[in-house]
């Protein structure tokens, strides 16, 4: 059984619907990757798995139980965490504060601090500074915390948009490799939209294509980086 399981997804804004029939899965501890040109309905199928966005049609299963529609705080509870464009940092808390916040939803004290000690090893410039306002530091940076805050909640699926988006070329690697990292030393299942295809595939088991609010094409990531020139421009 797939942990997550998206089948026949309908979503859109006012009177536009944007995803038209999207169904893919993911399975426990995979990281798979969502590709297609913008506008393709990514970022809007990431929420409204979530629930900020309430599906008009389909469903949305995860760990096989359907998903609380419209009900983002039991969807957290439940295991999934989000990654947003735009990293959504509160850039006058410090890194310690943000992170803490991450985990709004636990009472286990002893377990908030063992975490966030886990993920201060897998961030050490964010150890170093610890008790600086977010908004004091690089774009880079900021998203280690962005990252690092849906971690808290120790999700079994983390959903990464664009984690690469506005950074300097020299830390998209750094930042990408986060993930990679995230997948082999928690097990955390990860669907990743990135436009740096190559390091997408290059850390995908699998891979689905969007167009127009639909899923046109699925395979092996390894297959899709490896005949990248004969595809993408189809798409």
């Known amino acids: 059984m797939p942990l997550l399981e998206v089948v026949g997804l309908e979503a859109g804004y006012g009177k ?3 995803l038209q029939g999207v169904s893919f899965h993911v399975d426990e501890g995979e990281v798979v990757a969502l590709l297609g040109h ?18 008009r049609a ?11 529609n419209g009900d983002p705080a039991e969807n957290v509870r439940r295991g999934l965490a989000l990654v947003p464009q735009g990293r959504g940092v509160f850039p006058d808390l410090t890194v310690v504060e943000n992170l803490a916040l991450g985990a709004y939803t636990q009472s286990d004290r002893a377990g908030m601090t063992s975490r ?11 150890a170093e500074r610890r008790a600086q306002p977010v908004g004091t530091m690089s774009g880079g940076q900021q998203q280690m915390v962005a990252v690092g805050t849906a971690l808290m909640q120790r999700p079994r699926l983390m959903m990464m948009d664009e984690p690469s988006i506005g950074l300097a ?31 997408a ?3 995908a088991r699998r891979a689905y294509v969007m167009k127009s609010g639909r ?17 993408w421009e189809l798409y």
């Open 58 to 68: 389909g469903q949305v299963r995860f760990g096989g139980e359907t998903w609380a």
């Open 215 to 231: 899923i046109v094409l699925e395979k092996p990531a390894a297959e899709l980086l490896a005949a990248q020139e004969s595809w």
């Open 169 to 199: 070329p020299v830390l998209v690697q750094r930042v990408l490799a986060t993930a990679g990292q995230i997948n082999r030393r928690f097990g955390t299942a990860i669907v990743l939209v990135e436009q740096n295809i190559k390091t």
């Open 116 to 126: 966030m000690n886990e993920i201060l090893e897998l961030f050490p410039i964010l």
């Open 38 to 55: 913008n506008g393709a309905g990514k970022s809007t199928t990431l929420r409204t798995i979530l629930g900020l966005l309430p599906a």
């Open 201 to 203: 595939l290059g850390m």
């Open 16 to 18: 536009k619907t944007v």
